[in-house]
């Protein structure tokens, strides 16, 4: 599956971004996608991710309330809403898609395909 990140850029404190993330290939046998981020120094973690067929949602819990992730089937696209941005949100922000079942949603390298990044700054 490949996948497109878009929808990042420079947004001051306060503000709201939406991410998307264009999927393309075997669609049909995605089972998760996800958004992870990365900042400068530090690893990637976990933001949020959803079920590609009950649509089912999982958060980290420092995000849940601020974030929103959501799926259009219909365009292939996985979106993440964000609002009330921090500084320490600032980071490439990726999208990524797990085609086996049953897996802890959270832990990266069971993903099998990663968009390309799309960078979050939020000005303080």
């Known amino acids: 599956v490949q996948l497109q990140a878009s929808g990042g850029g420079l947004v001051q404190a306060g503000g709201s971004l939406r991410l998307s993330c264009a999927a393309s290939g075997r669609t049909f046998s995605i089972y998760v996608m996800a958004w992870f981020r990365q900042s400068p120094g530090k690893e990637r973690e976990f933001v949020a991710a959803i079920s590609w067929s009950g649509g089912t949602t999982y958060y980290d819990e420092s995000m849940k309330g601020r974030f929103t992730i959501s799926r259009d089937n219909a365009k292939n696209s996985v979106y993440l809403q964000m609002n009330s941005l921090k500084p320490e949100d600032t980071a490439v922000y990726y999208c990524?898609?797990?085609?086996?079942?049953?897996?802890?949603?959270?832990?990266?390298?069971?993903?099998?395909?990663w968009g390309q990044g799309t960078q979050v700054t939020v000005s303080s």
């Open positions: 990524a898609a797990r085609m086996s079942p049953s897996l802890p949603v959270g832990v990266l390298n069971y993903y099998d395909d």
